[in-house]
């Protein structure tokens, strides 16, 4: 276990170099930009957050705790992990071409 963190320290500017570029390219298209990266989940909150604190009318989970702190604390991970998962998922398909053609060391592709 130790090896393969000691081979993710030593090709740390290689993995910081390709999320770099694939952030860039994620939004390349977008209109807003990179901007969108973080309008857009704090969009889908303030939607959620209207829909269950005004439309259902959610009473706070306890006296001290706000429905809105609660829920955005819970929601940020889940963007985190959901986020992460869809492009760990994609990220070979997507980048086939370097996984074929370029050597990499194991514990960068794991």
């Not at 993995?15 to 209109?31: E, M, V």
Request: hydrophobic share 50%; net charge positive.
């Amino acid at each position: 276990m130790s090896l393969m963190i000691q081979e993710l320290i030593k090709s740390r500017r290689l993995i910081i170099t390709l999320a770099k570029n694939d952030f860039k390219t994620k939004y390349a298209g977008s209109f807003f930009g990179i901007f969108w990266a973080f309008a857009q989940p704090v969009i889908t909150i303030l939607v959620f957050w209207f829909v269950f604190q005004v439309g259902l009318r959610s009473t706070p989970v306890n006296d001290n705790l706000p429905f809105a702190l609660w829920f955005i604390t819970g929601l940020i991970p889940w963007f985190y992990f959901s986020d992460a998962l869809t492009n760990i998922t994609n990220c070979f398909y997507e980048y086939n071409y370097m996984v074929k053609k370029v050597m990499f060391k194991i514990g960068i592709q794991s």
